[in-house]
């Protein structure tokens, strides 16, 4: 790679990495072509997109992005390093962990979402536990409704014994 390509391909990482919340980097070595070109395919299937990078070229545009801190993956970038984007912050990590049922790869590297780094892969199960923003915008609204629901139908079950109460006294004072 010329210097120019290098630093077209810094800055769209760069890009790309700024506008995303969520990206994971995993170790892909040692896989076949078949077994690369299946994981691709769930990538695709799962709304993740899946690139391999050059790690020094990945430090760099990690280095180059203002107002956040990424030093803790540094580390993390030896070998053959891909990188997955997500809109959803479990997506990747469940979809690892589904492709290694059948292979010992990937290997979990390293993974930001929201704000927060997490190293090693060790921690791919807490990771797949995460909720999605929609998973936890439908806990908050179940939550909610539930007193509301309680209160209704405490009162519609409590309303048939208070009637039932009035009726038995009206009918003794006769």
Known sequence: MTKEEK??????????????GVFYLADTSSMDAGKTSDLRRACFKNNVQMSIVK???LQKALEKIEGKEYSEMYDSLSGPTAIMFSEVGNAPAKLIKEFRKKSDKPVLK??????AIYV???????????????????EVVGLLQS???NVISA??????????????LSEREN
């Open 55 to 57: 790690n020094k070229l």
């Open 155 to 168: 009162l519609k079950s409590s309303g048939g014994t208070i009637a039932g109460l009035v009726k038995t």
């Open 7 to 20: 630093q077209i391909a810094i800055d769209e990482l760069v890009e790309r990495i700024s506008d995303a």
């Open 147 to 149: 007193p509301a629901k």
């Open 110 to 115: 390293a993974a930001y979402i929201e704000e």
């Open 120 to 138: 090693g892969d060790d921690q791919l199960n807490a990771l797949c536990d995460i909720k999605s923003k929609e998973e936890l915008i439908g």
